[in-house]
């Protein structure tokens, strides 16, 4: 049996929450953020074996992204600690009841500096699926030689591999993103990603079709379209499926996509068909969006059911 279901390598940031404007003051109070990690957490929750791989600052802050994680079941004994670099901060603040602005200090951080090194030990100590994103190869020249790395070697070791998009404007630019993510694609069995991030992954004047048509012909077994509100759609070289959202009270979107995402890797790992990975897929994600925080409200297994059908309002007694 190998050492773990799931694999994960990129940068946590230390989330700090505003409730209003931060140009005006106010309290922030301290969390944890990071579209892997986020994953990492989901997964955890649903009992399966995960590791996330990252370096992190040698400091308080380090501490605590190491703690938080420990604490919901994931595995860091792959994490480095970086005593030049500082620890990389996320600020969002509410800054209308449908509008949350998102800013970052992450330049220079611990977690941009991943390299191969940081990956080998926990690759070699076997999983089922290893989870990449499309935000850890902008962060630095080193974490994109680090992240192809590791999906090549994933390839060969028999290992599949599982890419969300993820796109971050403030990042890098969609023509920087293409030239990377384009041929990191090639090795994912797994793409996901919204409509406006296919062209991400193969050519720049693609529509939906033919941006699926090229990814299935080069490998990918299932392309994953998030609509958000609207649910999914699901491509495979047999049929497109499609899932609609669970209907929740959105309270918070941040994380939504990344809870979705642990959700059908979940079913994947538990060998469920297409249609109940989907299911599994847009139910985390109604739990994230009915929470606050990035992935504070996502369900412990024996919870899957909590919100299927359940009327705004309901208490359980």
């Given at each position: 049996?190998?050492?773990?279901?799931?694999?994960?390598?990129?940068?946590?940031?230390?989330?700090?929450?505003?409730?209003?404007?931060?140009?005006?003051?106010?309290?922030?109070?301290?969390?944890?953020?990071?579209?892997?990690?986020?994953?990492?957490?989901?997964?955890?929750?649903?009992?399966?074996?995960?590791?996330?791989?990252?370096?992190?600052?040698?400091?308080?802050?380090?501490?605590?992204?190491?703690?938080?994680?420990?604490?919901?079941?994931?595995?860091?004994?792959?994490?480095?600690?970086?005593?030049?670099?500082?620890?990389?901060?996320?600020?969002?603040?509410?800054?209308?009841?449908?509008?949350?602005?998102?800013?970052?200090?992450?330049?220079?951080?611990?977690?941009?500096?991943?390299?191969?090194?940081?990956?080998?030990?926990?690759?070699?100590?076997?999983?089922?699926?290893?989870?990449?994103t499309g935000i850890t190869p902008a962060l630095s020249d080193a974490a994109h030689k680090a992240v192809h790395w590791a999906a090549r070697?994933?390839?060969?070791?028999?290992?599949?591999?599982?890419?969300?998009?993820?796109?971050?404007?403030?990042?890098?630019?969609?023509?920087?993103?293409?030239?990377?993510?384009?041929?990191?694609?090639?090795?994912?069995?797994?793409?996901?990603?919204?409509?406006?991030?296919?062209?991400?992954?193969?050519?720049?004047?693609?529509?939906?079709?033919?941006?699926?048509?090229?990814?299935?012909?080069?490998?990918?077994?299932?392309?994953?379209?998030?609509?958000?509100?609207?649910?999914?759609?699901?491509?495979?070289?047999?049929?497109?499926?499609?899932?609609?959202?669970?209907?929740?009270?959105?309270?918070?979107?941040?994380?939504?996509?990344?809870?979705?995402?642990?959700?059908?890797?979940?079913?994947?790992?538990?060998?469920?068909?297409?249609?109940?990975?989907?299911?599994?897929?847009?139910?985390?994600?109604?739990?994230?969006?009915?929470?606050?925080?990035?992935?504070?409200?996502?369900?412990?297994?024996?919870?899957?059911?909590?919100?299927?059908g359940s009327a705004a309002g309901t208490t359980l007694r």
């Open positions: 049996m190998s050492g773990y279901d799931l694999v994960t390598a990129g940068e946590t940031l230390v989330s700090l929450r505003s409730s209003g404007p931060l140009a005006v003051g106010g309290p922030l109070t301290m969390h944890l953020g990071g579209a892997e990690s986020n994953v990492a957490i989901g997964l955890a929750r649903l009992g399966h074996r995960v590791a996330w791989v990252g370096r992190v600052s040698d400091d308080e802050l380090g501490r605590f992204v190491q703690r938080q994680l420990r604490a919901e079941g994931v595995d860091t004994s792959g994490v480095r600690r970086d005593p030049d670099r500082p620890a990389g901060l996320m600020f969002l603040e509410q800054r209308t009841s449908d509008v949350t602005r998102v800013q970052y200090h992450r330049a220079g951080s611990a977690g941009s500096a991943l390299t191969v090194e940081d990956l080998r030990g926990p690759l070699s100590a076997g999983t089922r699926l290893l989870h990449l070697e994933a390839v060969a070791m028999g290992t599949a591999v599982s890419l969300d998009v993820n796109y971050r404007a403030k990042l890098w630019s969609r023509e920087q993103a293409r030239a990377a993510l384009t041929p990191l694609a090639g090795y994912a069995s797994l793409v996901v990603a919204s409509a406006d991030e296919l062209d991400l992954v193969t050519a720049p004047d693609a529509d939906e079709a033919d941006a699926v048509t090229d990814l299935l012909d080069r490998g990918v077994r299932t392309v994953l379209v998030k609509l958000g509100a609207d649910g999914v759609r699901a491509y495979t070289r047999d049929d497109v499926t499609y899932v609609p959202a669970v209907p929740v009270t959105a309270v918070d979107t941040v994380g939504a996509g990344d809870a979705f995402t642990a959700g059908y890797l979940s079913g994947q790992l538990d060998g469920l068909d297409l249609v109940d990975r989907l299911r599994r897929a847009v139910t985390l994600g109604a739990f994230a969006v009915a929470g606050h925080g990035d992935w504070e409200g996502l369900p412990r297994r024996d919870e899957l059911s909590l919100i299927d």
